[in-house]
């Protein structure tokens, strides 16, 4: 047996402080409550990070405002494109340090956040940095103004991630932020703002409030925000946009879903197996465009069941900083829960549940990869979001049922279709309600790709030209 | 039930049309895919005692190969010491799995390797352009094996595989492993020159359907060699073939693998390919020559914590 030794990325390139206090005006503030920020992979408390209070979060946005009508709406796009730039260009001499310290505050595996979050990020940066001086090109008139000050609230499962869909286009555009990262992801949003610093971007035009609901509901519904971006679950996403109705807000989010992949007969077979893999598995399952539901046509249900089952059987679930670990460790004791609770449900319908065997950690949070066979429709594990890596799997006879199946979900974020036909991928797009259709891959992003959903999945798009209109006064 | 799908297996190779059916009826290849997981493999990291099995079980998988216009006795006869004994520093060093040279060297190899265990393998069939009529191509052989090959490396004929006339590929890897008696068969696709993963896959299943008990991708004499994809589609044909036949066939990437470091993503692709039952010089090997004595130079690191230089390893 070819048994890979320990290979363990060294934690020692980061520097993680016992405290941390709020980024306000380009300064770091202390906050007035503190709450814990725990490694998921072992418990073990990272640092104490505030909670801001309402008071805490109004300052943040008066120096955001400040900033706003003082310096950066009054600086050239040809200028803000060089603080961007640079930004970028720290993100990628600081990428170990960063992917480290998201492995780390996260529980992804160290091969993702280094191969994938990280150059993304910097990704970002680099792409909206370039629309800085071209706004007037970009179809939204001539010379298109910025929003004002952007509270935006982003979610745990990539938080360094979701903190530049969110801060490159709203800095290119014009506008200043206060980003609020998740309460139990703060530390890699906390070095971005260190970054902020190393780059002399003016004080003020980035504000990082650490917190959780509270501190996200005062932010969102503070009147001096002229728009409010949040990624996150259906649910708060509702009660935000409870909490901006009526005002001038603008308001994009970015919720949950229940992505279909979909897999043809005469697909590649071993790519669509590797695609189902990374479709569910990737960070766990914590992605909201997740192919949760894996649609096999009938023909072939055995041969990719049993070629998942034995590529299931090869991932390496442990330790996120070990190089070659594929799947990490649940991000939150509560996020846990609810996995397990959805998982006994689903058993209790009377899916049958499988899971390779792997063996975990006894501290920690993990679940094992899993799927379902025999979901039908009405189970409640093929219609609401788990959040984890446990896929459903379910079959249909023709391409229309697989639309119909496809489609038959409150969500629409994402979808994937797998097959060797070009017209037919083409057919299935026109007709998948979903804002990303994958062909023959699933869980691609590029900083250039418009990104965004259907119905309870969201509105306004994240990414590309059309992710510069939630930023710009149009 | 296994002969049953043998047998079945072996009516396929009638006709053209038979073998048609069925090598266009395998799934097909997804190219970005297929490179993303080799890519994604490749970034496994393999270290200490991992690197040490890694190693050794590298340097027992060589084919140690000399195809060279101007091959000598002397230079064969080197290049079996060599062998036998890779490291005359560390005999703890194992031997690699087999010599390959040309047919008119087997003769003199053969009497370097007596006794010694090391196989000894002979390219044929006009190699490397297999373009010779099939009765030229079966004397080759049984030339090559009279001589003392126990292993032939066979290469098929790319004009008729990519013409679509498999029955004429079909055919002439049944009459060569005919010719082969009990010596083994690799048959070299020469994948650089099938051009698409969709033909590998084929090839590789036309191979094995004719009888093959290797497959190999090059002859190491064309612009494009062994490749990290390529042996991963190779990998996923033996153990689709193993699953619907019973037998297991091996793979042989070959040419263009001289690091370690490439060595040993190539063993990881079969670990999480084919599986473990292929991490054996028995179905699986490196076609190399300079592989070798990087792989000598890092296991020496291992042993003893500083590199030597080139010097204090032996030119073949």
Same mark, same amino acid.
């Given at each position: 047996m070819f048994e890979y030794a320990p290979a363990p990325e060294s934690r020692s390139i980061v520097d993680i402080k016992p405290s941390y206090g709020l980024f306000v005006n380009g300064e770091w503030v202390d906050g007035e409550n503190r709450n814990k920020t725990v490694n998921p992979a072992?418990?073990?408390?990272?640092?104490?990070?505030?909670?801001?209070?309402?008071?805490?979060?109004?300052?943040?946005?008066?120096?955001?405002?400040?900033?706003?009508?003082?310096?950066?709406?009054?600086?050239?796009?040809?200028?803000?494109?060089?603080? +961007?730039?640079?930004?970028?260009?720290?993100i990628q001499e600081r990428s170990r340090e960063l992917a480290v310290l998201e492995s780390i505050d996260n529980g992804k595996p160290i091969r993702e956040s280094r191969d994938v979050d990280v150059p993304l990020v910097a990704a970002h940066f680099f792409y909206y940095a370039g629309w800085a001086d071209k706004l007037g090109y970009a179809g939204f008139g001539p010379s298109p103004r910025p929003v004002g000050v952007a509270g935006q609230v982003i979610p745990w499962n990539f938080p360094l991630l979701m903190l530049a869909w969110k801060i490159a286009p709203a800095l290119a555009c014009g506008n200043t932020v206060v980003l609020k990262p998740a309460e139990t992801t703060p530390l890699t949003a906390l070095l971005f703002a260190e970054i902020c610093q190393e780059a002399? +971007?003016?004080?003020?035009?980035?504000?990082?409030?650490?917190?959780?609901?509270?501190?996200?509901?005062?932010?969102?519904?503070?009147?001096?925000?002229?728009?409010?971006?949040?990624?996150?679950?259906?649910?708060?996403?509702?009660?935000?946009?409870?909490?901006?109705?009526?005002?001038?807000?603008?308001?994009?989010?970015?919720?949950?879903?229940?992505?279909?992949?979909?897999?043809?007969?005469?697909?590649?077979?071993?790519?669509?197996?590797?695609?189902?893999?990374?479709?569910?598995?990737?960070?766990?399952?914590?992605?909201?465009?997740?192919?949760?539901?894996?649609?096999?046509?009938?023909?072939?249900?055995?041969?990719?069941?049993?070629?998942?089952?034995?590529?299931?059987?090869?991932?390496?679930?442990?330790?996120?900083?070990?190089?070659?670990?594929?799947?990490?460790?649940?991000?939150?004791?509560?996020?846990?829960?609810?996995?397990?609770?959805?998982?006994?449900?689903?058993?209790?319908?009377?899916?049958?549940?499988?899971?390779?065997?792997?063996?975990?950690?006894?501290?920690?949070?993990?679940?094992?990869?899993?799927?379902?066979?025999?979901?039908?429709?009405?189970?409640?594990i093929a219609r609401e979001e788990i959040f984890g890596p446990v896929l459903s799997v379910l079959t249909f006879r023709t391409p229309a049922e697989a639309v119909e199946k496809a489609n038959n979900t409150p969500y629409g974020l994402s979808a994937g279709v797998w097959t060797d036909k070009g017209s037919r991928i083409l057919w299935m797009a026109d007709r998948l309600r979903a804002g990303v259709v994958w062909a023959n891959t699933f869980n691609k992003f590029d900083p250039t790709a418009p990104f965004g959903g259907y119905k309870e999945s969201g509105y306004g798009r994240e990414g590309g030209r059309h992710g510069l209109e939630a930023y710009l006064d149009v | 039930m296994t002969a049953t799908a043998t047998s079945a297996f072996a009516d396929i190779g009638r006709s053209d049309a038979a073998l048609r059916t069925f090598l266009h009826g395998l799934p097909g290849v997804d190219q970005v895919g297929a490179e993303q997981r080799a890519a994604m493999l490749g970034t496994r990291s393999i270290k200490t005692t991992a690197k040490a099995w890694a190693i050794d079980l590298a340097i027992r998988m060589v084919d140690l190969t000399t195809l060279e216009g101007a091959d000598t006795p002397g230079k064969v006869r080197a290049l079996c010491a060599k062998a036998r004994?890779?490291?005359?520093?560390?005999?703890?060093?194992?031997?690699?799995?087999?010599?390959?040279?040309?047919?008119?060297?087997?003769?003199?190899?053969?009497?370097?390797?007596?006794?010694?265990?090391?196989?000894?393998?002979?390219?044929?069939?006009?190699?490397?352009?297999?373009?010779?009529?099939?009765?030229?191509?079966?004397?080759?052989?049984?030339?090559?094996?009279?001589?003392?090959?126990?292993?032939?490396?066979?290469?098929?004929?790319?004009?008729?595989?990519?013409?679509?006339?498999?029955?004429?590929?079909?055919?002439?890897?049944?009459?060569?492993?005919?010719?082969?008696?009990?010596?083994?068969?690799?048959?070299?696709?020469?994948?650089?020159?099938?051009?698409?993963?969709?033909?590998?896959?084929?090839?590789?299943?036309?191979?094995?359907?004719?009888?093959?008990?290797?497959?190999?991708?090059?002859?190491?004499?064309?612009?494009?060699?062994?490749?990290?994809?390529?042996?991963?589609?190779?990998?996923?044909?033996?153990?689709?073939?193993?699953?619907?036949?019973?037998?297991?066939?091996?793979?042989?990437?070959?040419?263009?693998?001289?690091?370690?470091?490439?060595?040993?993503?190539?063993?990881?692709?079969?670990?999480?390919?084919?599986g473990a039952d292929w991490l054996d010089p028995d179905w699986f090997r490196f076609g190399a020559s300079t592989l070798l004595n990087d792989l000598l130079m890092q296991r020496t690191k291992l042993r003893t914590g500083h590199y030597s230089g080139p010097d204090y390893f032996t030119v073949d």
């Open positions: 072992t418990e073990e408390v990272l640092a104490e990070v505030a909670w801001a209070t309402e008071a805490e979060v109004d300052s943040a946005v008066g120096a955001a405002r400040t900033a706003y009508e003082k310096v950066w709406s009054r600086t050239s796009g040809r200028e803000r494109a060089k603080y +961007l730039y640079r930004i970028a260009r720290i002399d +971007l003016p004080p003020g035009v980035v504000n990082i409030v650490t917190g959780a609901g509270d501190t996200g509901h005062a932010l969102v519904s503070h009147p001096g925000v002229d728009k409010v971006a949040f990624t996150g679950s259906t649910d708060v996403g509702r009660a935000i946009a409870r909490a901006v109705a009526g005002t001038r807000k603008k308001l994009t989010l970015e919720l949950g879903g229940k992505a279909a992949n979909i897999v043809f007969d005469d697909a590649p077979i071993d790519q669509a197996v590797e695609g189902i893999v990374n479709g569910i598995f990737f960070n766990q399952g914590h992605v909201c465009c997740a192919g949760s539901r894996l649609l096999v046509q009938e023909s072939v249900y055995d041969e990719v069941l049993a070629s998942l089952k034995r590529r299931m059987a090869l991932l390496r679930v442990g330790d996120p900083l070990d190089k070659n670990t594929d799947i990490g460790a649940i991000n939150s004791a509560a996020q846990l829960d609810r996995i397990r609770t959805l998982s006994e449900i689903g058993a209790s319908e009377g899916a049958t549940q499988w899971s390779p065997p792997c063996s975990l950690p006894d501290r920690g949070f993990w679940f094992a990869p899993t799927i379902f066979t025999g979901v039908t429709q009405a189970h409640r | 004994r890779p490291d005359p520093a560390d005999p703890e060093a194992p031997a690699v799995a087999a010599v390959c040279v040309y047919p008119s060297m087997v003769p003199v190899a053969a009497e370097a390797l007596r006794g010694s265990g090391v196989h000894l393998a002979s390219v044929a069939t006009a190699f490397p352009s297999g373009q010779a009529p099939l009765d030229v191509k079966i004397a080759d052989t049984r030339a090559a094996v009279a001589a003392g090959a126990d292993e032939i490396d066979m290469v098929i004929s790319r004009g008729a595989f990519l013409s679509g006339r498999y029955a004429e590929v079909y055919d002439e890897i049944v009459a060569v492993k005919e010719a082969c008696g009990d010596a083994h068969l690799k048959v070299i696709l020469e994948t650089g020159e099938l051009a698409t993963y969709d033909n590998v896959r084929r090839a590789s299943w036309l191979a094995m359907l004719a009888g093959g008990d290797f497959i190999k991708t090059s002859t190491g004499k064309v612009p494009v060699a062994a490749t990290l994809p390529v042996t991963l589609v190779m990998l996923e044909a033996v153990r689709d073939f193993r699953a619907a036949t019973g037998r297991q066939v091996g793979v042989k990437p070959a040419g263009g693998i001289r690091t370690t470091k490439d060595a040993i993503k190539y063993l990881v692709v079969v670990n999480e390919t084919a």
